[in-house]
């Protein structure tokens, strides 16, 4: 399958490559940003360079898919979106994104998820998308909600991050209630 490159209004899609580490490396770099993702904050670019290997390797695998969120009217790549734990015979995934804080609140996150979303429903014909958020993470549990997630319940020291044990909700979106919203 060929890397599938989405558009909206404002917004580009588009496969994260070697071209694109500078873009990435600086956004994961902020301590704003990685304070929720899971991860330590970047400290080195070679950093970057690896998570887009692994970006690579997973959609060659069918394990993910991850795009580049760039935007129409400058070219910049603003953050990423997509699709982790991809498993096509359960029909299954978890989204994930981040953008650079410059962008936040400004209804990016909303537009790039709701094609990522569509794309999930109709192309791969996922049942079921999943989200693990940090319960501090309330603009992002909001997001999710607004997009018609549920929130299913907790997940007690579900990820490791500097040295400590965090809490996680659990957030899902099922096809046939995605498919209602869109009517």
Known sequence: MNFPILETK????????AQHVDSLYEILSLEEVTRFYGTNRFTLQVEASKLIDMFQKNFLEK???R???????????????????????????EIGY????????KGYASEAIKEVLRFSFN???????????????EASINLLI??????????????NQN???????????????WEKSQE
Do not use: C, M
Not at 98 to 105: G, I
Not at 146 to 159: A, D, H, S, V, W
């Open 123 to 137: 192309q791969l014909d996922l049942y079921r998308i999943g989200a693990v958020v940090y319960p501090e993470n």
């Open 163 to 177: 040295e400590q044990f965090h809490d996680t909700y659990v957030l899902s979106l099922l096809q046939p209630e």
């Open 10 to 17: 404002r917004l580009k899609l588009i496969e994260i490559t």
């Open 63 to 65: 394990r993910g898919v």
């Open 98 to 105: 981040e953008l650079h804080p410059s962008f936040w609140r």
């Open 146 to 159: 607004q997009q018609g997630f549920t929130k299913e319940g907790l997940l007690r020291g579900y990820l």
């Open 67 to 93: 795009w580049g969120i760039k935007l129409k009217e400058n070219q910049r790549i603003i953050g990423t979106v997509g699709l982790n734990g991809l498993h096509l015979k359960n029909k299954r995934a």
